[in-house]
Antibody
């Protein structure tokens, strides 16, 4: 059973960079055909897909966030990461990491981590 | 960019049938996945690829998809089904979520 766990600062100042890591256990991040995703949800609002990275290292991003987002993968640590730069209060949300096989639903999710952007 | 439209809320009497629609241009040509999200929890898939139930999801959950509308149907809604529901598709290597529907079981 694959498990995902987000970690990172819960508070980020405006204009700075939000950095989160998702640790994967119960399976290798670099084996099999899997995408590793970041999804966020502002309080009381819906889900927004941020982007994903494939086991090969190729990435896809939400066009609305593409200019500010970088997703990377560290196979040696069995982790993948999110960097979102130039954050504003609008980036305050619960951030989830999740996995999916190509073209299919998100199957494994982390519990989510709240990131607040505030000075 | 591709958009999915869901009603903000749907109400259903206990034991009755609830239907949550998800509209999108030619959505019938895409695979639709449905997620249930309870307060404070991560989403859980209840239907994948239009009409498939993962193991552990009750048979009362079903899905359909044709034309410009997909739908999640819950036959015999229970109090525990009260939650937010999201439809989701893949469009040009991008995941798209509907805005979510709050299901209230009366």
């Amino acid at each position: 059973q694959v498990q995902l766990q987000e970690s990172g600062p819960g508070l980020v100042k405006p204009s700075q960079t939000l950095s989160l890591t998702c640790s994967v256990s119960g399976g290798s991040i670099s084996s099999g055909s899997y995408y590793w995703n970041w999804i966020r949800q502002p309080a009381g609002k819906g889900l927004e897909w941020i982007g994903r990275i494939y086991t090969s290292g190729s990435t896809n991003y939400n066009p609305s966030l593409k200019s500010r987002v970088t997703i990377s993968l560290d196979a040696s640590k069995n982790q993948f990461s999110l960097r979102l730069n130039s954050v504003t209060a609008a980036d305050t949300a619960v951030y989830y990491c999740a996995s999916n096989r190509p073209g299919v639903n998100f199957d494994y999710w982390g519990q989510g981590t709240l990131v607040t952007v505030s000075s | 960019s591709y958009e999915l439209t869901q009603p903000l809320s749907v109400s259903v009497d206990l034991g009755q049938t609830a239907r949550i629609a998800c509209g999108g241009n030619s959505i019938g040509s895409k695979n639709v996945h449905w997620y249930q999200q309870r307060p404070g929890q991560a989403p859980v898939v209840v239907i994948y690829r239009d009409n498939n139930r993962p193991s552990g999801i009750p048979e009362r959950f079903s899905g359909s998809n044709s034309g410009n509308t997909a739908a999640l149907t819950i036959i015999g809604a229970q109090a525990g089904d009260e939650a937010d529901y999201y439809c989701q598709v893949w469009d040009s290597s991008t995941a798209v979520f509907g805005g979510g529907t709050k299901l209230t079981v009366l």
